[in-house]
Structures are given as C-alpha cells and as structure tokens.
C-alpha cells in the first residue's frame, strides 16, 4: 500500500528565512511525487511534481523538491520564504501501477510566516 | 468554466438526511476523482471515473456514498443517510489524461456538516 509521512504538523519560519518541509514515502514501484499548497478556502494548487529523470525538480512560486530513493524522501524547500506562502502543504505520492490512478495525500504541514 | 466547480461550498444536513455535492469538471477532462478531507487532515481518496466509467470506487467509506458521471462531464457525489462523521470538505478534482502522470486541478471543495 502507497502512503505518505509528513512529520511537522506545523512550521514556523521568518520571512526571509529558508524553508524545508519533510516527507517520506512508502511506494512498491517507482513513485509519482508532488507537492500541492492550499490556502484557506481555496482548493489544492499543484506546486511541482516528480516522475523520473533529474532528482531535483523545480515549481512554481520558487519552490523546488529534491527525490532521494534511498531514503524514500521528498522535501520541499524554498531559499528565501514570503509572508504570502503561509499556507498548508501536502506531499502526495502516486504511480503506475498498485492504483496508480490515484493520489495518497499526507497530513500537512501548516506553515505560518512571521513578518 | 476555466477551473473545477463544486456546488454547494456549504451544506448543513441533519442526521439521517441525504445530499447531493456537484461537481463540474475543466471541459474535456477525461479523469475525474472525488476526495474527502476531514478537518485537520489530508484528503483520502474515495472514487474515480474515467469519463463515465467508475473505475475504482475502493475508498468509499460505505455503502451510503453513490458517485455518479453519467456523461462523462459533470459528477454527482451522494450521501445517503448521513451521519456526523461524514462532516468534512468533498474535493473534486479532474485530469485531463487518463494517466497518473497529469496534473490534478481541484475545486475549491463543499463542505459537509452534519448536525
């Protein structure tokens, strides 16, 4: 079965400040990785997503996630965090084969920007 | 419409009553998914279609959620009977592709309370 860790509920960083945000994965095959913020209210928003080729991937709003099979992880981070990036943020992993079709979504990590 | 569209964003039911979520899809999106998200949690899947077919309704808590896309556009997420543990936040989302590689764009989701 496919799941997902995210092990910070919350984070709390300055503006300014770098950003990385943890998640682990467990997939039988080679995993499909993204990463989706959503702010209050609003629906989930695709940050960037990971299928194969160079383990460093680049999104959009100056994120970028690195893939390391050895230790089934996929963080997220960010060189220089903005007081609009407050917002929760979800790993999710999915693939091919064993329900390839859908997505399995972590807990979140709820992140907060102090100005 | 240029994104997903769920209606109602809010619905408030007593126990024992049914609902119905909409959702209307990017046109042309040929994979539909439903989702549920519970406070303070991540959104567990509960059924795909591609076009009108439902291809895996694995996550369906219980026989009382009927989804349905009989025309492979618009889907109707039924809820018969409901009770307090069905309160969360439906996303709907849709694919363009069949594959797992594509992007998921989601709607900004009905929440469900049930009193």
């Known amino acids: 079965a496919q799941s997902v860790t995210q092990p910070d509920i919350h984070i709390t960083v300055s503006e300014g400040a770098s950003l990385e945000l943890r998640c682990n994965y467990s997939?039988?095959?080679?995993?499909?990785l993204f990463w989706y913020v959503q702010s209050p209210g609003q629906g989930l928003q695709l940050l960037l997503k990971?299928?194969?080729?160079?383990?460093l991937v680049q999104g959009i709003k100056g994120f970028e996630a690195e893939f390391k099979r050895s230790q089934s992880s996929f963080n997220l981070r960010k060189p220089s965090v903005h007081w609009s990036d407050a917002a929760e943020y979800f790993c999710?992993?999915?693939?091919?084969?064993?329900?390839?079709?859908?997505?399995?979504f972590g807990t979140g990590t709820q992140l907060k920007v102090e100005l | 419409g240029a994104g997903v569209s769920q209606s109602p964003r809010y619905k408030v039911a007593k126990r024992g009553q049914d609902v119905a979520l909409r959702c209307d899809p990017i046109?042309?999106?040929?994979?539909l998914f439903w989702y549920q998200q519970a406070l303070g949690q991540g959104p567990e899947f509960l059924t795909y279609?591609?076009?009108?077919?439902?291809?895996?309704k694995s996550g369906l808590p219980s026989d009382r959620f009927f989804a349905e896309r009989p025309e492979g556009s618009v889907s109707t997420l039924k809820i018969q009977r409901t009770q307090q543990e069905d309160s969360a936040v439906y996303l709907c989302?849709?694919?363009?592709?069949?594959?797992?590689?594509?992007?998921?764009?989601f709607g900004e989701g009905s929440r469900l309370t049930v009193l």
């Open positions: 989302a849709s694919r363009l592709v069949r594959e797992s590689g594509g992007e998921l764009f």
């Open positions: 990971y299928f194969s080729g160079d383990t």
């Open positions: 279609f591609q076009n009108e077919a439902q291809l895996d």
């Open positions: 997939y039988g095959a080679t995993p499909y």
């Open positions: 046109s042309g999106h040929v994979s």
């Open positions: 999710a992993v999915g693939g091919l084969t064993g329900g390839g079709n859908k997505l399995t």
